[in-house]
């Protein structure tokens, strides 16, 4: 979906070292969502956010730090806290789930592919 | 909390046969169900959705069936082409909050389906 953007597309860490990936959308939703995937493995949720200035820890947040103080920018911290960093990760994003809406599907980026140098 | 297992791992087809990717899940509130396909190094992209209050969807050559009462969902690819290889993952969802805001997405562990010419 082009109107997520992930940025970078590869990014290196060294030790002790945080680390910020960028995603930014043009699609007006409100909700917000980073994901980790590892090699054979599902999509496991990092953080979400469903409104600017609130954000929710996912199954994974150990290690990690985000922020919204912009409806379109949900950036992921990686910290020296989390040992074993290596993945590619995912922003998502989808509209609001309010009222009768009920689940609303979720659109994804390009990813960010995070190495330990 | 919720938890979606997918099988088979792998699946190879011959060009022109069916591919069948089975889900099950563990929370029976869960009520929507969205298929995404992932090509190598890229986004997962939806190809198809279903929620509870319908038993089949059909799009084109996709469809999926859900069965709530076993608690599990298939993805259906008739006419299989080469250019539908990829890992696909199935997801569940449990109804948002009553204030709404965001959806939940919990991921089965892929399949990676080789279309074969």
């Known amino acids: 979906d082009g109107g997520i953007t992930q940025s970078p597309k590869y990014l290196f860490r060294k030790e002790g070292q945080n680390v910020t990936l960028s995603c930014e959308q043009n699609?007006?939703?409100?909700?917000m969502y980073w994901y980790r995937q590892d090699p054979g493995q599902g999509l496991r949720l990092i953080y979400y956010?469903?409104?600017?200035?609130?954000?929710q820890k996912g199954d994974i947040a150990e290690g990690y730090s985000v922020s919204r103080e912009k409806k379109e920018s949900f950036p992921l911290t990686v910290t020296s806290a989390q040992k074993n960093p290596t993945a590619f990760y995912l922003c998502a994003s989808s509209t609001g789930t309010g009222g009768n809406l009920g689940n609303q599907p979720q659109h994804f980026g390009d990813g960010t592919r995070l190495s330990i140098l | 909390g919720e938890n979606v297992e997918q099988h088979p791992s792998t699946l190879s087809v011959q060009e022109g046969d069916s591919a069948v990717i089975k889900c099950t899940y563990s929370?029976?509130?869960?009520?929507?169900f969205p298929w995404y396909k992932q090509e190598l190094g890229k986004r997962p992209q939806l190809i198809i959705d279903i929620r509870s209050n319908v038993g089949e969807k059909k799009d084109q050559r996709i469809a999926v069936t859900l069965n709530k009462t076993a608690k599990h969902f298939s993805l259906h690819i008739t006419e299989t082409q080469p250019e539908d290889s990829a890992v696909y993952f199935c997801?569940?969802?449990?109804?948002?909050?009553?204030?709404?805001?965001?959806?939940?997405?919990?991921f089965g562990a892929g399949t990676r389906l080789a279309v074969h010419p």
């Open positions: 997801a569940a969802s449990p109804p948002p909050p009553l204030s709404g805001g965001y959806n939940k997405l919990i």
């Open positions: 699609l007006n939703h409100d909700a």
């Open positions: 929370d029976s509130a869960s009520n929507y």
């Open positions: 956010s469903q409104i600017v200035n609130d954000f």
